[in-house]
């Protein structure tokens, strides 16, 4: 069973910055395209963006283009999501996937379905 464990979260006020890490335990992302999802209390999980294996390709959801940065760094087999000017509205839980199939990242929107494993998610809270 592939894991991956987010770590990062946290309180932060708006307009603050965190950085959030996506480890693989057990196995290498090499040959993985990951994906950033959230999920804020009583809604859907939302995927927000996504990296393809080689980290040439890289895709947002509009609501965070501009402000998200999503890169990956394989000699450390982690991928990171920086997130800037963060907004109460970006409060959540924060989940990577992780699926062999590359071209998930050219979707226009993304499903938990598309991913095959998961981590536990981390925190993010956005309040003064």
């Known amino acids: 069973q592939l894991q991956l464990v987010e770590s990062g ?23 993985y395209a990951i994906g950033w999802f959230r999920q804020a209390p009583g809604k859907e999980r939302e995927g927000i963006s996504c990296i393809s294996s ?36 970006d409060t959540a839980v924060y989940y990577c996937g992780a699926t062999r199939r590359d071209f998930t990242c050219d979707f226009i929107t993304w499903w938990p379905s598309d991913f095959d494993s998961w981590g536990q998610g981390t925190r993010v809270t956005v309040s003064s």
């Open 9 to 31: 979260g946290g309180l932060v006020q708006p307009g603050g910055s965190l950085r959030l890490s996506c480890a693989a335990s057990g196995f290498t992302l090499d040959y």
């Open 54 to 89: 080689s980290g040439g390709s890289t895709n947002y959801v509009d609501s965070v283009k501009g402000r998200f940065t999503i890169s990956r760094d394989n000699a450390k087999n982690t991928v990171y999501l920086q997130m800037n000017s963060l907004k109460p509205e």
